[in-house]
């Protein structure tokens, strides 16, 4: 069965620009995660959608956004691109709520703005 | 004080040798906890779910100090392989994930 698959896996961006990281969760799981993980640091929660609904927003700024379509697949957008937003962004998806604790990774799309 | 708190490391330690960390957490209603493994720039994976009366898996021992605020991961006869870092992992309650809290990470490294 596939995993969480997230596209793409490398990109560069210049500030100021805009970009769209896509995750597909695994199959028959409902509830899909984003996190921003800098070096040297544990991931950072930035949303949670479950039946396609934002169910949980970090502390973001608004050119954070996301969505979830009906298949479950998501995307997150990010604009105005800063330098600091270079990072690896991890997709996670769970069955249900992800309260269980047991959220599978994709291997994260990872983004360097310059 | 941050919400979870881990060693960063790293543990440097030789091959069949026990290792022991602890992350510390300041919610004293956490209700879950987790370790999870992340490899060199790859993604994070559960390692094992942490249960109040201290649970096993093999090698792997983690126990919950709830008193004191602590879970701890107890490695034992160390391999190669066990080089990763360890996340800690702390949920508040409910099904948010906006709730759950990753540590930084405490970074192992086994040497031959």
């Known amino acids: 069965d596939a995993g969480v698959t997230q596209s793409p896996t490398h990109l560069i961006k210049t500030r100021g620009q805009h970009v769209t990281l896509r995750c597909s969760p695994i199959s028959g799981h409902k509830s899909v995660s984003w996190y921003q993980q800098v070096l040297g640091q544990g991931p950072q929660f930035i949303f949670q959608y479950y039946e396609k609904e934002e169910r949980g927003r970090g502390n973001f700024p608004d050119r954070f956004s996301a969505r979830q379509f009906p298949n479950y697949s998501s995307e997150l957008n990010v604009n105005a691109l800063l330098l600091g937003d270079s990072a690896l962004y991890l997709c996670a998806s769970s069955l249900l709520g992800a309260g269980t604790g047991e959220l599978f990774f994709g291997e994260g799309s990872r983004l360097t703005v310059l | 004080r941050k919400e979870v708190e881990q060693d960063p490391g790293p543990f440097n330690v030789p091959e069949g040798a026990t290792v022991a960390f602890n992350c510390t957490y300041s919610n004293s209603a956490s209700q879950s906890f987790f370790w999870y493994r992340q490899d060199c720039r790859k993604e994070p994976k559960l390692l094992m779910s942490?249960?109040?009366s201290g649970n096993e898996d093999g090698r792997f021992t983690a126990q919950l100090n709830r008193a004191s605020q602590y879970i701890s991961l107890l490695i034992r006869d160390s391999k190669l392989s066990d080089s990763a870092t360890y996340l800690c992992v702390v949920n508040p309650g409910g099904s948010s994930a906006s709730k759950i809290i990753f540590g930084s990470g405490t970074r192992l490294s086994i040497r031959p």
């Open positions: 942490v249960y109040s």
